[in-house]
């Protein structure tokens, strides 16, 4: 396994279109993590899934943010009606969490999107 | 509400000596702390993580203290090197948090030869 995988690693758009990004997460990893970070911070929670439920959404996560897990694999986050504040680079992460294991997060290496 | 907070944003240490770099959290319901480094252009790469019941780390190079009636922790490189030159990320998380971690905004470490 080759570690988590996103993407596309870059995406322009113009303000107003839809753009939907993809996480591959490490294969017997139960959890997912959607974060988002901008220039000179760290990155911030955006969402969460545990298989293919999605238990969390930060309040960062406007109404036009929406994400997937399918099946409890692979998944999706759709941004409609991009604004110019939505840029900025969207990492995925995973992790196994199991009473054998500790909690660490293993990230992808992040789609940057640019809105015009 | 900052509850991770880094106050370096940045470290210079030469080649051979020790990165000392700091972390402050406000949220005492957290208990797993982590150290992310970070490259341009790529994600956060894991490096060590300690729990609240523990106040010290260690792994090769790379120690993490925790002091938990402070409030604080830090991460030790020694030796440093060249290749440690990177962005280092604090991170936090609560039990009761389902794994959502908490970042710092950073601190931008550079290793002179």
């Known amino acids: 396994d080759t570690g988590v995988s996103q993407n596309p690693r870059h995406k322009i758009t113009k303000r107003g279109q839809n753009v939907t990004f993809r996480c591959d997460p490490i294969?017997?990893?139960?959890?997912l993590y959607w974060y988002r970070q901008t220039l000179g911070q760290g990155p911030e929670f955006l969402t969460y899934?545990?298989?293919?439920?999605?238990?969390?959404k930060s309040r960062l996560l406007s109404d036009r943010f929406s994400a997937e897990r399918p099946k409890g694999s692979f998944s999706t986050l759709e941004i409609q009606r991009t604004e110019q504040g939505d840029s900025a680079m969207y990492l995925c992460a995973s992790s196994l969490v199991s009473p054998l294991t500790g909690s660490e997060q293993y990230f992808g290496p992040g789609t940057r999107l640019t809105v015009t | 509400d900052q509850q991770v907070k880094q106050n370096s944003p940045s470290l210079s240490v030469q080649e051979g000596r020790i990165s000392i770099l700091n972390c402050d959290y406000t949220n005492s319901m957290f208990d797993y702390f982590l150290w992310y480094k970070k490259y341009p252009a790529e994600g956060p790469t894991f490096l060590i993580s300690?729990?609240?019941?523990?106040d010290k780390n260690e792994d090769g190079r790379f120690t993490v203290f925790l002091n938990k009636s402070a409030k604080h922790l830090s991460l030790h490189i020694v030796p440093s090197q060249p290749g440690d030159s990177a962005v280092y990320f604090c991170?936090?998380?609560?039990?009761?948090?389902?794994?959502?971690?908490?970042f710092g905004a950073g601190t931008q470490v550079v290793v002179t030869p």
């Open positions: 294969s017997e990893h139960n959890r």
């Open positions: 991170a936090a998380s609560a039990t009761d948090s389902w794994g959502k971690l908490q």
């Open positions: 899934f545990q298989n293919e439920a999605q238990l969390e």
């Open positions: 300690i729990s609240s019941i523990k």
